[in-house]
């Protein structure tokens, strides 16, 4: 690919585009999905389909490990008809300057399906830690409790909290007010099926599948250089252009859409922030789909001598109708998995800019350990706004421990954290406990914090309950209000003197 590196920035378009030869990569590979599974009796099909099921059985050698060993089926099960008891301990030792060390705890009881839960709430110091609050909630109320400092429970009605907030002293006494149709609502986890929406939307992808398999062809192909052979992809732009149509308004009219759209809104605050989050979606999915090709899309996979794919690329620069122009170069050189190691990825030039959305992946993975260092770049030509992702991680499939790290590097600072821990104490019923021993994260180099935290997890045959005397928060009087400072005020000087 012959880009002239010399070249003005701009910072907007590299990227709309990048998000554009994303899309066109996610549409060369549903290409090879389609073809993978059809035995059209020609050799070049017959070669990317057998090339495609070892890539397949490789993928499934990273399978999880946390998955054979944790019961995560019965856990969705207690998690969606019953009570979940979630314990969390953390301990944070901030080095900025001098040490200093704190932790919270918070010990939940909860029951989505029943729609309450209870919380309890501890902070302290150096190993020493003090009951600070009790929380409660249905789907319309919280409840709070301050047993250090006040006597009363306090609750607070969500349904119509901007007006009942804004008609109550708490809004002159704050001096702000909220949209009057604010409203929160807790407990509105959604359908714990995963499975089922990655099968609804491969059935999105599909169904306009049809003018891609009638307008694809294929060819042997062999490259003298690469001493390789392998198989060309052609799919004609004009059914490309269709696809990318028709799959807007596949996703816009369809239920998963619907469905998850419902899920984002019931979470705004108010109409107008509901609003806000659907058009910005129906945006999203709008300019994802806006890509159109002046160019036919063509791909070239190239195999090993065992017949695995190790280079996927395009021949030569493919055109959209405004003018941009994108290439993919992708290549897999793992010795027992090709998988193992990939580099490549979506070249963009568009007008001067040239924009690189790229991977690296290093693996491997044995009866006892599975390691994987992963980056993704976004880079341009002058660097500037250049952008990394990392991820790795050795895990030990026996004991379950794993080390990780994860770095995001951006033109506004770079974002370190570094973990080590294991999972222990896995139940049948689904329940079991995650250990963060060591952490660490710093900023721009420097260390920010270290922490370790406990975190325990398992459904319960206890039933969280809820107060049944509390004061209306949003009803006090002015004097309520004072009375109610004043109190929490003795009670902290009283704490202080003892």
């Not at 946390?66 to 008891?85: C, R």
């Not at 599948?209 to 060819?219: D, L, R, S, W, Y």
């Not at 021949?315 to 050189?333: I, Q």
Request: glycine share 6%; proline share 2%; charged share 25%.
């Amino acid at each position: 690919m012959e880009f002239d590196m010399n070249t003005e920035k701009k910072r907007n378009t590299g990227l709309i585009i990048g998000i554009i030869a994303a899309v066109i990569v996610v549409i060369g590979a549903a290409v090879a999905v389609f073809f993978a599974g059809r035995a059209l009796g020609s050799k070049p099909e017959l070669r990317l389909q057998a090339a495609c099921a070892k890539m397949a059985v490789e993928m499934a050698q990273y399978g999880s490990s946390l998955s054979e060993k944790i019961h995560y089926e019965a856990l969705n099960e207690a998690w969606d008809t019953g009570a979940i008891h979630l314990n969390t301990d953390v301990s944070v030792t901030i080095t900025d300057g001098e040490t200093t060390n704190a932790e919270f705890s918070v010990d939940a009881l909860f029951n989505e399906s029943r729609k309450k839960g209870n919380y309890h709430v501890g902070v302290g110091m150096y190993g020493f830690q003090v009951p600070f609050a009790d929380l409660a909630a249905t789907s319309d109320t919280l409840y709070v409790s301050l047993p250090q400092f006040l006597k009363n429970t306090y609750r607070v009605e969500l349904t119509n909290l901007g007006e009942k907030f804004n008609d109550s002293e708490w809004a002159e006494l704050l001096e702000t007010t909220l949209p009057e149709d604010y409203s929160v609502a807790f407990f509105q986890r959604q359908e714990n099926n995963s499975e089922g929406a990655s099968q609804e939307l491969v059935s999105i992808l599909r169904k306009s599948e049809a003018v891609i398999k009638e307008n694809t062809t294929f060819e042997n192909i062999k490259n003298k250089e690469m001493g390789r052979t392998g198989v060309r992809v052609t799919v004609a732009k004009d059914a490309v252009n269709q696809y990318m149509e028709a799959l807007e308004q596949d996703i816009l009219e369809s239920e998963f859409y619907e469905v998850y759209m419902d899920g984002l809104m019931e979470r705004a605050g108010d109409a107008t922030e509901a609003a806000r989050v659907k058009e910005l979606c129906d945006e999203l999915i709008e300019f994802a789909t806006a890509m159109r090709l002046r160019t036919d899309y063509v791909l070239d996979f190239y195999f090993d001598e065992k017949g695995r794919i190790v280079n996927i690329s395009s021949p030569a620069d493919m055109e959209t109708e405004d003018g941009a122009l994108m290439a993919v170069d992708v290549s897999f050189s793992g010795e027992e998995r090709a998988l193992d190691i990939i580099e490549g990825g979506v070249y963009v030039k568009n007008g001067a800019q040239i924009t690189h959305l790229g991977m690296e992946r290093n693996a491997s993975v044995s009866e006892t350990v599975y390691q994987e260092d992963i980056r993704v770049l976004w880079q341009t030509d002058d660097h500037k706004e250049d952008i990394t992702f990392s991820y790795a991680n050795d895990f030990d499939k026996e004991d379950l421990s794993y080390d990780m790290e994860l770095l995001a590097d951006v033109p506004e600072g770079k974002l370190f954290f570094a973990a080590d821990g294991e999972f222990t104490d896995i139940q049948e019923n689904g329940g079991y406990t995650l250990r963060v021993n060591n952490a660490s994260v710093a900023v721009d180099d420097e260390e920010l914090c270290y922490l370790s935290a406990v975190i325990e997890l398992e459904p319960s045959d206890e039933e969280p309950e809820i107060p049944t005397e509390s004061v209306d928060l949003l009803d006090m009087s002015m004097q309520d209000i004072q009375k109610m400072v004043y109190e929490a005020l003795a009670s902290i000087r009283n704490f202080s003197y003892d």
